[in-house]
């Protein structure tokens, strides 16, 4: 019926008369179609009417008639339980102690070094929280302020971490609860990045956040202050030192120690060189303060460069980055700010970095490599005191405990005499972590990532993935990259620009330059 033109009184009752027709209509389909539930019987159900449960999942076996798969042999090693290294946080209601008194940064520390922000640290994370734990507590208990440190989880698992659906044994576990309680800050990338990836995401968040200069460190690093003056030990990663004349490098390493005047912290030492860097250099990249264990980053330099390149995901993406930026003309140089060990192990309980006088300070590994593959030998790098612990067992030295419990419980850093004991128990964590570091170089080719491969857990779990797999793929990408790296130069090793004439310009048009 066509009702354009007609009276609008009779296109009104002309709709309502068609409303009430469908309302029968749906009645009558009710009762006659649908009384005994058959017609909703035959709607699809939505998980089988089950509640979703994300994360479960059941074992699906194939229809068709195919012979099943070839498994590989099931792995022989020994899979190592995962202990938290900082039991007394672990608990619900503790509080972290207090660090020593004069580690405590000063408010506003970083406007009497002409900075009107605090310079972040990122510390990026994908696997092995008890490594990251003593990273975050090492730096913290060094007189970093909690407020400037970022982690970055680099997971992959979304949210499943801040809803603390992962368990410790999971590799990719992050405790959003004890991190808070440090009062340390959280940022979660969106997907599974690699390095270079991940780099260009710190660079992202510095452009957001106004943030010009920035600082980041890998989290298998165990880092102190000078808290006892002068330290001549050259670490494994310590590259030759950079100063800029002679009163400079007197001043660095002839540092004050605790309780003397012009005592510094790490942090303090960082903005200071920060400061030194701004009013020296103009066109400044990178400050490596244990080559990239802890680096400072000037953002503009990264601008000017494009950042970090996205495809070499791991290895030789910093050989590029470097080239690149010496190329154009961007100073990189080896300070020196503080004490650091690349290490691959974790202290037993962390209360010791808090001068705990209850608490031996010794170290396990999470993942020991076999003796046939990882003992020390003769002449080898990183050869152990003889008295020092066996990190593969929980050793308890009942002279040692008895010595500890007999120490004075102040001894964080309060008043003459406990700046003297807590410095006599820094001297200890001291030796502890060059041992962690000569422990990790003792077999370059198996000892030195075997942390890396130390959890196995998680199976069922949101997100989960096969370990061995992700190592795997971890090591394949790693090549793919160094790959990228010889078919983007033309050349294969490191030193592009001290052995090459190659400039800026000629990425990806040049023939290789070996047989």
């Known amino acids: 019926m066509a009702l354009i033109g007609s009276p609008r009184g009779?296109?009104?009752?002309?709709?309502?008369?068609?409303?009430?027709?469908?309302?029968?209509?749906?009645v009558t389909l009710y009762r006659g179609i649908g009384a005994n539930e058959s017609f909703l019987q035959n709607l699809p159900m939505i998980n089988n009417g089950r509640p979703t449960q994300p994360g479960s999942h059941e074992n699906h076996r194939p229809t068709n008639t195919h012979a099943p798969?070839?498994?590989?042999?099931?792995?022989?090693?020994?899979?190592?339980?995962?202990?938290?290294?900082?039991?007394?946080?672990?608990?619900?209601?503790?509080?972290?102690?207090?660090?020593?008194?004069?580690?405590?940064?000063r408010p506003g520390i970083h406007r009497e070094y002409g900075l009107s922000y605090m310079?972040?640290?990122?510390?990026?994370?994908?696997?092995?929280?008890?490594?990251?734990?003593?990273?975050?507590?090492?730096?913290?208990?060094?007189?970093?302020?909690?407020?400037?440190i970022f982690v970055v989880e680099n997971t992959g698992v979304q949210d499943s971490n801040a809803q603390g659906r992962l368990g410790l044994q999971n590799p990719f576990y992050l405790n959003y609860a004890a991190l808070r309680k440090l009062g340390v800050n959280i940022i979660q990338t969106p997907v599974?990045?690699?390095?270079?990836?991940?780099?260009?995401?710190?660079?992202?968040?510095?452009?957001?956040?106004?943030?010009?200069?920035?600082?980041?460190?890998h989290q298998d690093v165990l880092v102190f202050s000078f808290e006892d003056g002068p330290d001549t030990l050259k670490r494994h990663g310590d590259r030759d030192w950079f100063f800029y004349d002679e009163?400079?490098?007197?001043?660095?390493?002839?540092?004050?120690?605790?309780?003397?005047?012009?005592?510094?912290?790490?942090?303090?030492?960082?903005?200071?060189?920060?400061?030194?860097?701004?009013?020296?250099?103009?066109?400044?990249?990178?400050?490596?303060?244990?080559?990239?264990?802890?680096?400072?980053?000037?953002?503009?330099?990264?601008?000017?460069?494009?950042?970090?390149?996205?495809?070499?995901?791991?290895?030789?993406?910093?050989?590029?980055?470097?080239?690149?930026?010496?190329?154009?003309?961007?100073?990189?140089?080896?300070?020196?700010?503080?004490?650091?060990?690349?290490?691959?192990?974790?202290?037993?309980?962390?209360?010791?970095?808090?001068r705990d006088p209850n608490v031996t300070p010794k170290f396990i590994d999470p993942n020991p490599v076999p003796k046939a593959e990882g003992e020390y030998t003769e002449g080898q790098k990183g050869k152990p005191k003889e008295n020092q612990?066996?990190?593969?067992?929980?050793?308890?030295?009942?002279?040692?405990?008895?010595?500890?419990?007999?120490?004075?419980?102040?001894?964080?850093?309060t008043g003459v005499v406990g700046v003297a004991r807590s410095v006599e128990y820094f001297r200890e964590l001291v030796n502890v972590g060059n041992d962690m570091g000569a422990y990790k170089y003792r077999d370059d080719k198996n000892a030195r990532n075997s942390w890396q491969n130390s959890q196995h857990g998680g199976v069922g779990e949101p997100y989960y993935y096969n370990a061995e797999g992700f190592a795997t793929s971890f090591w394949i990408l790693a090549e793919a990259g160094r790959e990228i790296f010889r078919q983007k130069?033309?050349?294969?090793?490191?030193?592009?620009?001290?052995?090459?004439?190659?400039?800026?310009?000629?990425?990806?048009?040049?023939?290789?330059?070996?047989?």
């Open 247 to 354: 009163q400079d490098e007197a001043d660095i390493m002839r540092p004050a120690a605790a309780g003397q005047d012009g005592y510094r912290t790490i942090y303090e030492n960082c903005l200071r060189e920060l400061n030194r860097t701004l009013e020296r250099e103009e066109r400044w990249a990178f400050r490596w303060f244990q080559y990239d264990h802890l680096t400072l980053v000037n953002r503009a330099a990264l601008d000017a460069v494009g950042g970090w390149d996205s495809l070499i995901p791991y290895y030789g993406s910093d050989c590029d980055m470097n080239a690149r930026l010496e190329m154009d003309g961007w100073s990189l140089r080896h300070r020196r700010v503080g004490i650091i060990n690349d290490v691959s192990t974790v202290l037993e309980d962390l209360s010791a970095l808090y």
């Open 119 to 148: 310079p972040p640290l990122f510390i990026g994370f994908t696997r092995q929280w008890p490594m990251l734990l003593q990273c975050v507590v090492s730096y913290l208990t060094a007189g970093w302020p909690p407020e400037s």
């Open 69 to 105: 798969p070839k498994y590989k042999p099931t792995p022989t090693y020994a899979v190592h339980s995962v202990t938290d290294p900082f039991p007394l946080l672990a608990k619900p209601t503790t509080t972290p102690p207090p660090i020593p008194e004069y580690n405590v940064p």
């Open 389 to 413: 612990n066996d990190p593969a067992k929980e050793v308890k030295d009942s002279e040692e405990d008895n010595a500890m419990q007999k120490r004075d419980g102040k001894v964080n850093g």
């Open 192 to 217: 599974l990045l690699s390095f270079s990836q991940m780099q260009n995401f710190f660079l992202s968040v510095a452009h957001a956040r106004s943030w010009p200069y920035y600082f980041y460190s």
């Open 10 to 26: 009779l296109r009104t009752f002309t709709l309502l008369a068609g409303l009430v027709a469908i309302a029968l209509a749906v």
């Open 489 to 515: 130069w033309g050349h294969s090793d490191c030193d592009l620009v001290e052995g090459t004439a190659l400039k800026l310009e000629d990425q990806w048009i040049v023939e290789k330059d070996w047989e």
